[in-house]
C-alpha cells in the first residue's frame, strides 16, 4: 500500500475508527498502569500487620487520661476513708465526755441533794410563831433554855435561833457544848445550820 492509498484509508470511516480505538486502549493501558502502584501502595503491609499484632487487643488500650482519672478516685476513696474514721473517732470520744458529763451531774445532784438537807428554810407563815418562841428563850438563863431546846430536832431548833440576836445564841450554843461531846457535836452542826440558813440573811442587822 503506497502513501496514496495509505492516506486515503486514515481519512476514510474505518480508518478513523482504528485510530479512535487505538486511542482509547492506548490511554486506558496508561491509566491503569499508574493506578496500579496506588492500589500496591494502600494494601497494608507484612511490618503494618505485624505492628497490629504487636499492639493487641482494642481492650488492652492504656489512655493516660482514664489513668490519671483513676489515680484521683483512689484518693478521693482514700480521703472518705479517713473522714470515717476520723468521724467513728470523734463519736467515741463524744460518748466517753457524755457519759463523764453525765456523772459529773449525778455527783452536783448528790452535793445538791446533801446542800439541801443541811438548809433550814423558814417559811413564812412561821415567821410569826417563831419570833414568840425565839424571844421566850432569849429571856430564860441559858442553861434552862438548853434543857428544852434540847429536847427539839436540829431544824426546828436552828429556825428559833435564826430570830435570835447573835449574842444570845452564842450564849445557847455555848451551853449546850458544855453538855459533854455528843452536845458538842450537835452544837457545831446547829452553827453550820444556822450560817447556811436562807431566812437568817435576810434580817436586819442588830
Known sequence: MNFTHRLKFLQSRWGLALIAAASFLGTTFYMMGKSLPQLTRSAPSKTHNADLQKAGPSWTFHNPEIDQLLDELKKEKANVGLRDKQLS???????????????IMK??????????????RVQEEEVANLKKLAKTYAAMEPASAVVILRELNDDNLVKILVFMKETETALILETLAKKGDPDAKRAANLSEKLRLS?????????
Open 89 to 103: 473517732e470523734l463519736q467515741v470520744r463524744l460518748q466517753t465526755e457524755r457519759g463523764e458529763l453525765e456523772d
Open 107 to 120: 455527783s452536783v445532784k448528790k452535793l445538791q441533794q446533801e446542800f439541801d438537807q443541811q438548809v433550814v
Open 198 to 206: 436562807t431566812y437568817r440573811s435576810a434580817l436586819p442587822k442588830p
